[in-house]
C-alpha cells in the first residue's frame, strides 16, 4: 500500500469505502432527454397548459362568444318547442305567432304535453254507395262499417299492416281538419282531402263489392258515428251513450272510375 491508498484508509476508517470512488458495479447515469423546470423547493409543480387556455387572448375571446351563442339558441329552441306542445297561455296568445315561425315545418311536434285530454270518443268511419243495376234501376246500398271492418281486421293480427291501421282514420282526420261544421273547405287543401277521402271508400267499397254483378257505383256517401266512451266504474262523470252522425254530401264518381270498377 503506498502513501496515496493509506492516507485515503486513515481519511475514511478501517472497511470503509472512499465517498469520491465510483461503484465498480454501478450503471452509468440515463441521459436526460427533457430539460425539467426548474422549481423551488415546496413549490408545485408547472403544469403546461392546454384546450381554450393555450390560445392567445384574441381566440379565447371568440371561443367564448361562440360558447355563448350555441348555449343561447339551445335555450331559445327548447322554450320554444315546450311552448308549442304546451297548452294554450299567456305566452302562446301574445306570441303565437313567433312560435309557429321558430317550429314550422323543420320542428313540428304532433303531440301535446302531459296529453292532459285524451280521447275520449269513438269515431266509426261509414259509407254507403248509389249504384246503377244492370237492369236501369237505381238502389242504394246499406252502410259498410268500414271502421269495424279495419278493426277486426286488425284484431289478433300481430303485423297488421299499414293500410289497415291507418289509411282510413288518416283520411277522416284529414278531412275533418280543412273543412267547417257545413262540411265546406277551409284553406287549399280542402279539395285535396275531399278527394283523397272519395278515393279511399270507392276503393273500399270496390273491394266489398258494392256494386254487385253487372253494377256500377254513381256516387257515394260518408258520415262518421261517434259514441262516448263509458266513465269508469269509480267516476261521477255522466256521458250520453247515444252516437251521434255527421253526414256529408254524395259525392259523384267519375266515369271512367266507376265503368273500371265495373269491369
Known amino acids: ?20 470512488a465510483p461503484a465498480a458495479d454501478a450503471p452509468p447515469p440515463a441521459p436526460q432527454t427533457e430539460t425539467e423546470p426548474e422549481t423551488e423547493p415546496g413549490a408545485d409543480p408547472v403544469v403546461p397548459r392546454g ?3 393555450a390560445l392567445s387572448l384574441r381566440y379565447q375571446i371568440a371561443a367564448a362568444l361562440a360558447l355563448a351563442v350555441v348555449a343561447i339558441t339551445v335555450c331559445v329552441h327548447i322554450a320554444m318547442v315546450f311552448l308549442h306542445v304546451a297548452p294554450s297561455n ?6 303565437g305567432q313567433a312560435i309557429d ?14 296529453a292532459p285530454n285524451p280521447l275520449q270518443q269513438n269515431i266509426a268511419v261509414q ?29 289478433g293480427n300481430p303485423l297488421p299492416s299499414h293500410t289497415q291501421q291507418n289509411a282510413l282514420r288518416r283520411a277522416w282526420d284529414f278531412f275533418v281538419a280543412t273543412h267547417d261544421a257545413e262540411n265546406r273547405p277551409v284553406g287549399l287543401r280542402g279539395a285535396l282531402s275531399e278527394s283523397y277521402l272519395r278515393r279511399t271508400v270507392e276503393l273500399r267499397l270496390e273491394r266489398a263489392d258494392a256494386a254487385g254483378d253487372g253494377g ?8 262518421s258515428r261517434t259514441t262516448n266512451v263509458r266513465p269508469p266504474k269509480w267516476s261521477d262523470e255522466q256521458v250520453s251513450d247515444r252516437p251521434t252522425y255527421r253526414v256529408l254530401p254524395w259525392w259523384r264518381v267519375p266515369e271512367a272510375r266507376a265503368e273500371e270498377g265495373a269491369r
Open 1 to 20: 500500500m503506498d502513501a496515496h491508498e493509506a492516507g485515503s484508509a486513515v481519511r475514511h476508517g478501517p472497511g470503509e469505502e472512499p465517498h469520491d
Open 90 to 95: 299567456t305566452v302562446t296568445k301574445q306570441h
Open 127 to 155: 259509407a254507403r254507395a248509389s249504384v246503377a243495376t244492370a237492369d236501369g234501376r237505381i238502389r242504394t246500398t246499406r252502410w259498410y262499417d268500414l271502421s269495424a271492418e279495419d278493426g277486426r281486421a286488425i284484431d
Open 101 to 114: 315561425d321558430w317550429i314550422y315545418p323543420e320542428f313540428e311536434q304532433n303531440w301535446k304535453l302531459f
Open 216 to 223: 256500377v257505383v254513381e256516387r257515394v256517401q260518408v258520415r
Open 51 to 53: 384546450g381554450v387556455a
